[in-house]
């Protein structure tokens, strides 16, 4: 793996070229309206590019060019191992412009670009790969019936496949989607999140490059309200995939019920326990994953480890760890490798975070950051911040901050950690810290959360689905049971003489 650590990154970013416009049936076009929209870096206010605004009439273009692909066979009937070919050169594009996609998303959304450059665009690369060897590897189904039956059960894509990804990995959540649905023989239309577009349209550019044929991979730019919207009210779309808030995966929900009944796919918030019980020996470790789990990528992640309930014995010990932790964790410019952590995608995201802060020093013990900091006098910064002492029905502790901000509760049993953990609307996952392997098993058992992490800190593979339970949402990412999400069983009975 290359060493980014040394790369001029400002340098190789006055390099780039941004492409704002749509990219519908294997082609860059603007609006229909004309309209655009400033792509804003977090970091220093800077205007990257302007980008299309894609409104009710391109969403249209996009879902009419990826039901013609679709219905003619170009992606849908090629053959399995040719689609597998084309899925691995996109695989092996994303790493030969590796450099150049990670910056798109350092720049667009102010993620560490040290970050993206080793792990999401990596993994991006990855999961195309993954799934692409995938294809020719799933076999259909001989029903067992009686003499002169024959029933088959196939697996057939669903058509046209909507896609709304948010804006704190947005390649990877764009790849999530776009590689699994694209694997199965589905043509896809996909709504990035308007703070950042740019990776994605990026994407779309490559897949052609790879050879997805033109309408199979379609990437409309714009506004929840009027393009997502759109998006999910249309008629001819089979299928939405949607990660994001809970109120607007709500709001989806209805969309579909409103429209043509289309299956919706929400993996949507998150107020992830982490429990750390005294009888774990490697506090050291507990901590430093701790902290990986609230500040990485800004605290900006549906999983993050936001709630952490600390057995009462070793909660003070356990808190002085995570204050150095985070004072050696201070937010600076994005494309400087040593910086720790990166900008807070937007304004209004940055004035929500501090507005919890505001109001947590009101109820809560504030022991480390709580303030929103500029680099060089410019961006959307905030410190990693911990508030000691919170009680459990604090909004500290009830809401998605979305932000760099931990919540730290005491318990006194295995009980009371278990009943407090659970006592959320969201179960998106979960961590436990324990030496001891029945509790390990009895806990994880009892936690309501997609993905439970033993000794460390939102566990993630390819080979293992991903997503919620209760308002966290439902269907799984990732994995071949994310196949399921965007296809169908089909059964053919064939009746012959015995």
């Known amino acids: 793996m290359l060493d980014h650590t040394h790369t001029?990154?400002?340098?190789?970013?006055?390099?780039?070229?941004?492409?704002?416009?749509?990219?519908?049936?294997?082609?860059?076009?603007?609006?229909?309206?004309?309209?655009?929209f400033d792509s804003v870096n977090p970091a220093t206010g800077a205007v990257l590019t302007q980008v299309a605004r894609g409104d009710a009439e391109d969403i249209n273009r996009a879902v009419a060019a990826g039901r013609a692909a679709f219905e003619d066979g170009r992606w849908s009937r090629m053959a399995p191992g040719d689609r597998k070919a084309v899925l691995l050169k996109?695989?092996?594009?994303?790493?030969?412009?590796?450099?150049?996609?990670?910056?798109?998303?350092?720049?667009?959304?102010?993620?560490?670009?040290?970050?993206?450059?080793?792990?999401?665009?990596?993994?991006?690369?990855h999961f195309f790969q993954w799934y692409a060897e995938a294809i020719d590897k799933l076999y259909d189904e001989v029903a067992p019936?009686?003499?002169?039956?024959?029933?088959?059960?196939?697996?057939?894509?669903?058509?046209v496949v909507g896609a709304v990804t948010p804006w704190n990995f947005p390649l990877d959540m764009a790849t999530w989607k776009a590689a699994a649905a694209l694997a199965a023989g589905n043509s896809v239309v996909l709504k990035p999140a308007e703070q950042s577009p740019l990776s994605a349209l990026r994407l779309a550019e490559l897949a052609t490059e790879a050879g997805v044929p033109d309408g199979v991979f379609n990437v409309v730019p714009g506004f929840g309200d009027t393009a997502g919207r759109a998006l999910g009210l249309?008629?001819?779309?089979?299928?939405?995939?949607?990660t994001g808030s809970t109120a607007i995966g709500k709001m989806f929900m209805q969309y579909s019920g409103q429209s043509n009944l289309k299956q919706v796919w929400p993996e949507t918030g998150g107020k992830s326990p982490n429990l750390v019980f005294a009888d774990c020996d490697d506090l050291e470790t507990a901590a430093d994953m701790a902290a990986f789990g609230i500040f990485f990528n800004q605290g900006e992640v549906c999983s993050a480890n936001s709630r952490l309930y600390v057995e009462r014995s070793i909660k003070d010990v356990?808190?002085?760890?995570?204050?150095?932790?985070?004072?050696?964790?201070?937010?600076?410019?994005p494309l400087d490798p040593a910086?720790?952590?990166?900008?807070?995608?937007?304004?209004?995201?940055?004035?929500?975070?501090?507005?919890?802060?505001?109001?947590?020093?009101?109820?809560?013990?504030?022991?480390?950051?709580?303030?929103?900091?500029?680099?060089?006098g410019k961006g959307c910064f905030v410190q990693p911040t911990i508030f000691d002492d919170v009680a459990h029905e604090d909004p500290?502790?009830?809401?998605?901050?979305?932000?760099?901000?931990?919540?730290?509760?005491a318990f006194d049993s295995e009980e009371q950690a278990v009943r407090m953990a659970n006592d959320s609307v969201y179960g998106l996952a979960a961590s436990v810290w324990t030496d001891n392997l029945s509790r390990a098993c009895r806990v994880s058992e009892r936690l309501m959360a997609g993905t439970v992490s033993v000794n460390t800190v939102d566990a993630l593979s390819a080979m293992t689905?991903?997503?919620?339970?209760?308002?966290?949402?439902?269907?799984?990412?990732?994995?071949?049971?994310?196949?399921e999400k965007y296809t169908a069983l089909k059964t053919t009975w064939i009746k012959y003489r015995a």
């Not at 019936?145 to 058509?159: E, K, Q």
């Open 234 to 242: 249309h008629m001819d779309v089979d299928c939405l995939a949607f």
């Open 396 to 409: 500290l502790a009830r809401d998605e901050i979305f932000g760099p901000v931990l919540s730290v509760i």
């Open 90 to 125: 996109l695989a092996d594009l994303i790493r030969d412009n590796l450099e150049e996609m990670a910056l798109l998303d350092s720049l667009d959304m102010g993620k560490l670009v040290t970050d993206a450059a080793t792990i999401d665009a990596p993994g991006s690369a």
């Open 465 to 483: 689905p991903f997503g919620g339970m209760k308002q966290s949402g439902f269907g799984r990412d990732l994995s071949l049971h994310s196949l």
């Open 318 to 333: 356990f808190v002085e760890k995570l204050i150095a932790r985070a004072q050696a964790m201070q937010p600076g410019d």
């Open 8 to 36: 001029d990154w400002k340098a190789r970013a006055a390099t780039l070229s941004f492409r704002g416009q749509a990219f519908i049936n294997g082609r860059f076009v603007d609006a229909a309206s004309g309209d655009t």
């Open 145 to 159: 019936t009686g003499p002169g039956d024959l029933a088959l059960v196939s697996r057939v894509p669903l058509g």
């Open 339 to 376: 910086s720790k952590m990166g900008a807070i995608v937007d304004e209004k995201q940055t004035q929500g975070i501090m507005r919890f802060v505001e109001d947590g020093k009101k109820t809560a013990n504030l022991v480390a950051g709580g303030k929103r900091v500029t680099v060089e």
